[in-house]
């Protein structure tokens, strides 16, 4: 996991399939690169490794088992993972499909992007 701690310069995974220009504006108003990248599990994966310090989908993001895995890694890694909201992941529902989002980060920087998100972290 990244120790950085600024948030200029540091790196923001965004997805390369469904880019999201409010999320390119918030990275931008941070200061943040960000870097298009397929698939969410490697995303988790380079921001766990620290390739990346955070890595965020806003709205409808698929299903709990695509993020299930990464939020278990990058965790266990000292990293932080909400929804959009603020908000643990709930693994616990009825419903798998994910309609609320992911922010996962290095920790350092996730307070800051929940802020930018429009959430009172």
Same mark, same amino acid.
């Given at each position: 996991?990244?120790?950085?701690?600024?948030?200029r310069g540091?790196?923001? *995974?965004?997805?390369?399939?469904?880019?999201?220009?409010?999320l =390119?504006?918030?990275?931008?108003?941070?200061e943040?690169t960000?870097l298009?990248?397929?698939?969410?599990?490697v995303? /988790? =994966?380079r921001v766990a490794c620290?390739?990346a310090?955070?890595f965020?989908?806003?709205?409808? !993001? /698929?299903?709990?088992?695509?993020? =299930?895995?990464?939020? #278990?890694l990058?965790?266990? #890694?000292g /990293?932080r993972?909400?929804?959009?909201?603020g908000?643990p992941? #709930?693994?616990?529902q009825r419903?798998?499909?994910?309609d609320?989002g992911?922010v *996962?980060?290095?920790g350092h920087?996730?307070?800051a992007?929940?802020a930018a998100? /429009? !959430?009172?972290?």
């Amino acid at each position: 996991m990244s120790e950085r701690r600024e948030r200029r310069g540091a790196t923001l *995974l965004v997805s390369r399939s469904r880019p999201s220009p409010r999320l =390119a504006r918030i990275g931008a108003s941070l200061e943040m690169t960000s870097l298009p990248v397929g698939s969410a599990g490697v995303k /988790g =994966a380079r921001v766990a490794c620290g390739e990346a310090e955070a890595f965020v989908h806003l709205g409808t !993001c /698929g299903y709990l088992w695509d993020i =299930a895995a990464i939020d #278990a890694l990058a965790q266990s #890694a000292g /990293g932080r993972v909400t929804n959009e909201h603020g908000a643990p992941i #709930a693994y616990r529902q009825r419903e798998l499909r994910r309609d609320d989002g992911v922010v *996962l980060s290095n920790g350092h920087v996730h307070d800051a992007l929940l802020a930018a998100i /429009g !959430c009172d972290p």
